[in-house]
């Protein structure tokens, strides 16, 4: 696996796999890899002759009070894991690499990334839009993948995609959960044993759901008011919201004939977590 610091390299790299026919995969990441983002690589390898990878915690969608300094890095093990999957190429800029001194272009989805998790932490997805178009921008993959567990996150990126003819299909990979339901999340390492513990209300939640649905309760606010009460059961668990929306839209839903995500975002303890589900057409 070649790693490159450097913008240019990187392109450079990546221009030389193109020409020679290859199709390129990229997943993009910011580190403390667990389960969850070596099954995005396995997906970009079974699908494409190379396949890219970044690592890089972006600044610009954390907020003030958010966990920028302590976000859990762990580059030398996160490594010998892509090496392990047969990652070809890792980039892993520094900030001044992806935001040198002058640098003041963003990249928002108005609407959308106001949404969900967008609602709740201001500016969050205008950093994520504008680091992944930049990243599409120096790999300029085919094929981009992304994990269902961030719904919102793929419906904005996918709106970007289409609004600014961005030529790369992105490819949406199931959340990967441990035994017990929860969902793998490089802030998992935060949450102490008990808060481990009081963090499957989410997965709690969710299933409620599924389980009402799929037994014939279609109402919406029916729903959300029974993940509710399974989530107000774990009194160590701060609700910021339990939402059924359109997965594209990410407007809330008054039926669920067509389909629909369920999302939820808690925080436990000091961390803030989030999980969804998707609902089949009824």
């Given at each position: 696996m070649r790693i490159f610091e450097q913008v240019s390299a990187m392109q450079q790299a990546c221009r030389e796999l193109r020409q020679t026919g290859t199709t390129l995969g990229f997943v993009p990441t910011m580190g403390a890899l667990h389960a969850g983002h070596l099954s995005l690589v396995r997906a970009a390898r079974a699908q494409c002759g190379a396949?890219?990878?970044?690592?890089f915690v972006n600044p610009l969608q954390f907020g003030p009070k958010e966990d920028l300094a302590r976000y859990p890095?762990?580059?030398?093990?996160?490594?010998?894991?892509?090496v392990s999957e047969g990652v070809d190429l890792l980039f892993a800029p520094t900030v001044e690499q992806m935001y040198p001194?002058?640098?003041?272009?963003?990249?928002?989805?108005?609407?959308?990334?106001?949404?969900?998790?967008?609602?709740?932490?201001?500016?969050?997805?205008?950093?994520?839009?504008?680091?992944?178009?930049?990243?599409?921008?120096?790999?300029?993959?085919?094929?981009?993948?992304?994990?269902q567990k961030d719904a919102a996150q793929l419906a904005v990126l996918r709106k970007m995609v289409r609004d600014l003819n961005i030529d790369v299909e992105i490819v949406a990979c199931p959340t990967i959960r441990e035994a017990d339901g929860?969902?793998?999340?490089?802030?998992?390492?935060?949450l102490s044993p008990d808060e481990r513990q009081q963090a499957l209300c989410l997965w709690r939640a969710l299933s409620r759901v599924r389980s009402l649905a799929a037994a014939g309760e279609h109402?919406?606010?029916?729903?959300?008011?029974?993940?509710?009460?399974?989530?107000?059961?774990?009194?160590?668990a701060q609700l910021d919201y339990i939402e059924i929306v359109d997965p594209d839209t990410l407007d809330p839903l008054n039926e669920l004939e067509h389909g629909a995500l369920v999302?939820?975002?808690?925080?436990?303890?000091?961390?803030?977590?989030?999980?969804?589900?998707?609902?089949?057409?009824?």
């Open positions: 396949v890219a990878a970044s690592i890095r762990s580059f030398e093990q996160d490594c010998r894991l892509l001194p002058g640098a003041v272009t963003v990249v928002h989805v108005e609407g959308l990334s106001e949404k969900l998790d967008g609602k709740s932490r201001p500016g969050h997805f205008r950093g994520v839009t504008t680091v992944v178009a930049k990243l599409f921008e120096i790999v300029r993959p085919q094929f981009a993948y992304f994990g929860i969902a793998m999340s490089s802030r998992n390492v935060y109402d919406p606010k029916k729903l959300i008011s029974a993940a509710r009460q399974t989530i107000a059961a774990e009194p160590g999302a939820v975002a808690c925080v436990v303890g000091k961390t803030r977590l989030i999980d969804n589900i998707l609902l089949p057409r009824y």
